[in-house]
């Protein structure tokens, strides 16, 4: 790791009140991009979808669990070797307690995957994970809101590129038949009216990467790391593929 240079306190102090300015400056700019945000329209949702969680199937109005707002972090499942995504792992690894979201804020965060539930509560129960779980297998949802292709089904969208773009941009992979990707949803319930507000896919959907967050306030920072993530269970083991 290559060190910072070495100043006198004064001269560091002069810097890092010159960075101060920028933060507060990136606080505001973030603060008003995150009202615009929340003054996006909302789109009802019609379809009635199906998912499977721990007490069989349920409707997207489940998912809830009788709360107001939900966030759905769709999380790829890798269908070739039959396992959870490492990148969507090491997300969800960050993701906090839910108990402020639940009970200070009436607000669900939940995961849903394109995979048998079977699949993904047993792979839940390895990763000790606590958050609740959904699979949309046999489901809609995925293609509707753009985390699975299949053009039999709809036509190819990954964070809001066609097929020919993300070809053209190098990320085929998301383009490709019975492969997933990952992102957010969310969505807010009037009585039994269900909501679509926002949606966020790639580098869009890192909200809850926490462990980013405290690397950009050290020298070596995130970008050596970015994307390197094994599974939490899998450290001092060989890296394996499938780290998208």
């Known amino acids: 790791m290559e060190l910072p240079k070495i100043a006198s ?11 101060l300015a920028k933060e507060k400056e990136l606080s505001r700019a973030q603060a008003a991009l995150a009202a615009e945000r929340r003054a996006l329209p909302m789109v009802e949702i019609t379809k009635d979808y199906v998912f499977t969680g721990p007490g069989g199937p349920a409707t997207l109005a489940d998912v809830f669990e009788g709360r107001d707002q939900l966030i759905v972090y769709h999380f790829m499942w890798l269908h ?17 307690d839910p108990v402020h979201l639940n009970k200070g804020a009436d607000t669900t965060l939940a995961l849903v995957a394109r995979a048998p539930f079977e699949r993904i509560e047993s ?14 297998h046999g489901s809609e949802f995925n293609y509707d809101f753009h985390v699975s292709n299949d053009e039999a089904i709809a036509p190819v969208e990954y964070n809001y590129k066609d097929k020919a773009t993300l070809e053209r941009e190098g990320l085929s ?17 009037d009585g039994d009216r269900v909501f679509h507000t926002y949606s966020a896919y790639g ?27 094994p599974l939490h269970d899998s450290y001092g083991q060989p890296a394996a593929g499938h780290v998208h």
Do not use: H, K
Request: aromatic content about 16%; hydrophobic content about 40%; charged content about 20%.
């Open 9 to 19: 306190r004064q001269e560091w102090l002069a810097l890092r009140l010159e960075l």
């Open 80 to 96: 070739d070797i039959d396992d959870g995504c490492p990148s969507c792992s090491f997300a969800v690894d960050n993701m906090p």
């Open 123 to 136: 792979f839940r129960d390895r990763m000790g994970w606590t958050l609740p779980w959904y699979s949309s």
């Open 173 to 189: 992979y998301y383009a490709a038949s019975n492969s997933d990707g990952q992102g957010v949803s969310v969505f807010v319930r």
């Open 203 to 229: 580098v869009g959907a890192d909200v809850m990467l926490s462990t980013y967050r405290f690397l950009d306030l050290t020298p070596a920072g995130r970008q050596r790391y970015v994307n390197q993530w």
